[in-house]
């Protein structure tokens, strides 16, 4: 199977999967000019051959100038894309939390790739769970830009602007959906603290090239504020699932920045957000339920 089938095969109709195509047949843009065969000598050819000798070596200087500029131009932007996606993979936490154990890390313990982002919001940790209780397609959305990802992905999301009742039980097994057709699964759970998402990208009737998990973990603050941080672990189960997840990560810096402001932003504003105790936020008994793990690569 050819690079460009096995990309193409597992497009799905995720956010990710989407980006995915669109990096790749930019990469492979790229790949075409490097390896074009240059072209044909410019100047007229019945120039006396004097005159075509002092004339090629210049044209022949501004093709080559012309054939190196696009990968050129393509090796910055990807020299300026990787500068901010290692910014934006840890926007907003610091080294200690980048290294700090949370809740949910054993269920991926040798991750492939891990992130971690934090944003400090002024409220009680029981003001900021139900905006965290409610997330999901078909329920509160994700706070972040859904006109992206409604356009681009389809996949129906509208972020509540108000805390909904009826979506605020969660338990261990239930399922948070990215899309429509794609479900995580509550796989770990500290009411009022910490809850962590399980799941992967359906590929078709193929396994699923990696296994992911998603945590949101509340902590108190001697300032009396809360710290909100999330945390993504991808562990692949095929060769070429770096493919897939290191695109999406791109796509991730930009919408979990702007989930955390957006949730920051909803409770702040909320009229319910008067004063903050965060005297009751305990580490109660974590519950957990490990899913199978994803059949790995033979």
Not at 1 to 11: C, G, K, P, Q, Y
Not at 24 to 34: C, H, R, T, W
Not at 167 to 186: I, K, N, Y
Request: aromatic residues 6%.
């Amino acid at each position: 199977m050819e690079f460009t089938d096995v990309i193409r095969l597992n497009v799905s109709s995720s956010a990710s999967s989407r980006w995915v195509l669109i990096v790749s047949n930019v990469i492979m843009a790229v790949l075409s000019v490097v390896n074009a065969v240059p072209g044909d000598p410019i100047g007229p050819l019945d120039q006396p051959n004097a005159t075509r000798a002092a004339v090629a070596p210049r044209a022949d200087r501004h093709s080559t100038a012309r054939q190196l500029l696009p990968p050129l131009a393509a090796a910055a932007m990807l020299g300026v894309a990787a500068l901010l996606r290692r910014r934006f993979l840890r926007w907003g936490a610091t080294t200690g939390e980048q290294h700090r154990s949370l809740v949910g890390d054993d269920i991926l313990p040798a991750p492939d790739v891990s992130t971690t982002r934090a944003i400090n919001i002024t409220a009680a940790a029981t003001e900021v769970w139900p905006w965290l209780a409610q997330l999901g397609q078909g329920r509160g959305g994700f706070y972040s830009y859904d006109w992206l990802e409604n356009v681009v992905a389809h996949i129906d999301i509208h972020n509540a602007d108000r805390i909904v009742p009826q979506w605020q039980h969660v338990d261990l097994g239930d399922e948070v959906r990215l899309a429509p057709e794609v479900p995580l699964l509550v796989v770990a759970l500290e009411q009022g603290r910490a809850l962590v998402l399980r799941g992967n990208v359906p590929m078709g009737r193929a396994a699923p090239p990696y296994d992911f998990t998603w945590a949101f973990v509340l902590e108190p603050q001697a300032d009396a504020a809360i710290r909100l941080l999330v945390r993504e672990r991808y562990a692949y189960a095929r060769p070429w699932a770096a493919l897939i997840v290191q695109p999406a990560t791109l796509v991730s810096c930009l919408m979990t920045r702007k989930m955390l402001l957006g949730i920051k932003s909803r409770v702040e504003r909320s009229p319910s957000v008067g004063h903050t105790d965060n005297s009751s936020v305990r580490a109660s008994a974590p519950q957990h339920r490990p899913a199978a793990p994803i059949p790995t690569a033979r």
